[in-house]
């Protein structure tokens, strides 16, 4: 696997992704390869924390899930992924209803995702936290190991494939959980703050690894992020919640002046 290129830098690039995940959309719109929450509502004893939100994330682009704390970014990814029963509505793969299949099965029918908190296996080697998930698509523990070098090499996490998991850094976890679902070749990642608590370098370098991909695994790539430069260095397409309920979505460029979005979450970002 080749090693990854430099961060590029500037509006440039993310223009360029922009005019690339739309045209990817478009073609995927009519291929069926859809992850789609159709009118989903979740509530937790009296509070709505996802309510009625209808959204499509088709193979080959990068969609943004902004908000702000509590506006229900991560109970929505529960909910596409079967880690939370919706209320209401459905959720949808290709087409077919997978609301109430439990995580594991959507998991293996190619919706893969990471979490806000590690969740890795601490005492395991690094490389064996990657590997169990090829493992569990199939793979034999050989060819499972060398994805997950691969996986690992292109995170620039090679050196580490040998460390307990649980001494690594935290940003190195994260990227870890990233190893992790794309060693289940996903149709779709869904990705929940992967950049957070990195530096500016380090942010850098995971606009990066998000940005490829698209390309490198042939999945569409959901981000949560409250790293602006990242959400808008990356995606074509933003979905904004607050409260549960979506108050906006757009190109970066019509997101960031959306006054609806200035005054519930960028104003105080
Ligand atoms: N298991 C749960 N039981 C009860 N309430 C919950 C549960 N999970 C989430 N909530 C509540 O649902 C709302 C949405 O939470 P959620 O974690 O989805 O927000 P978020 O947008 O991901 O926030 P953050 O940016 O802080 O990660 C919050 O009010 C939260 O307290
Ligand atoms: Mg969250």
Same mark, same amino acid.
């Given at each position: 696997?080749?090693?990854?290129?430099?961060?590029?830098?500037?509006?440039?690039?993310?223009?360029?992704?922009?005019?690339?995940?739309?045209?990817?959309?478009?073609?995927?719109?009519?291929?069926?390869?859809?992850? !789609?929450?159709?009118? =989903? /509502?979740?509530?937790?004893?009296?509070?709505? &924390?996802?309510?009625?939100?209808? @959204?499509? *994330?088709?193979?080959?682009?990068?969609?943004?899930?902004?908000?702000?704390?509590?506006?229900?970014?991560?109970?929505?990814?529960?909910?596409?992924?079967?880690?939370?029963?919706?209320?209401?509505?459905?959720?949808?793969?290709?087409?077919?209803?997978?609301?109430?299949?439990?995580?594991?099965?959507?998991?293996?029918?190619?919706?893969?995702?990471?979490?806000?908190?590690?969740?890795?296996?601490?005492?395991?080697?690094?490389?064996?936290?990657? !590997?169990?998930?090829? =493992? /569990?698509?199939?793979?034999?523990?050989?060819? &499972?190991?060398?994805?997950?070098? @691969?996986? *690992?090499?292109?995170?620039?996490?090679?050196?580490?494939?040998?460390?307990?998991?649980?001494?690594?850094?935290?940003?190195?976890?994260?990227?870890?959980?990233?190893?992790?679902?794309?060693?289940?070749?996903?149709?779709?990642?869904?990705?929940?703050?992967?950049?957070?608590?990195?530096?500016?370098?380090?942010?850098?370098?995971?606009?990066?690894?998000?940005?490829?991909?698209?390309?490198?695994?042939?999945?569409?790539?959901?981000?949560?992020?409250?790293?602006?430069? =990242?959400?808008?260095?990356?995606?074509?397409?933003?979905?904004?919640?607050?409260?549960?309920?979506?108050?906006?979505?757009?190109?970066?460029?019509?997101?960031?002046?959306?006054?609806?979005?200035?005054?519930?979450?960028?104003?105080?970002?």
């Amino acid at each position: 696997m080749k090693q990854r290129k430099k961060a590029p830098e500037g509006r440039s690039q993310a223009d360029r992704a922009c005019t690339e995940g739309a045209r990817v959309a478009e073609q995927a719109n009519g291929s069926g390869q859809t992850l !789609e929450a159709r009118q =989903v /509502s979740v509530s937790f004893e009296g509070l709505t &924390a996802v309510n009625s939100v209808d @959204e499509t *994330l088709h193979q080959g682009e990068i969609l943004g899930l902004i908000g702000p704390n509590g506006a229900g970014k991560t109970t929505l990814v529960n909910a596409m992924t079967g880690f939370q029963l919706p209320a209401a509505g459905e959720v949808l793969l290709c087409g077919k209803v997978i609301s109430s299949l439990s995580p594991h099965w959507i998991r293996r029918h190619g919706v893969a995702r990471t979490f806000q908190a590690g969740r890795l296996f601490r005492d395991m080697p690094v490389s064996e936290n990657v !590997e169990v998930a090829a =493992v /569990s698509m199939g793979l034999s523990r050989k060819k &499972a190991h060398a994805h997950a070098m @691969e996986l *690992l090499e292109w995170l620039g996490l090679a050196d580490r494939a040998e460390m307990p998991a649980g001494i690594l850094p935290y940003t190195d976890e994260r990227r870890v959980g990233i190893a992790r679902a794309l060693a289940l070749s996903p149709q779709f990642v869904l990705l929940d703050e992967p950049a957070a608590g990195m530096s500016d370098l380090e942010c850098d370098d995971i606009m990066q690894v998000v940005r490829e991909i698209p390309e490198r695994f042939g999945c569409g790539v959901l981000l949560i992020e409250h790293n602006m430069r =990242v959400i808008m260095g990356v995606c074509a397409r933003i979905h904004v919640l607050d409260s549960g309920k979506t108050i906006a979505r757009g190109t970066p460029a019509e997101v960031q002046k959306n006054p609806v979005v200035i005054n519930a979450y960028l104003g105080h970002s």
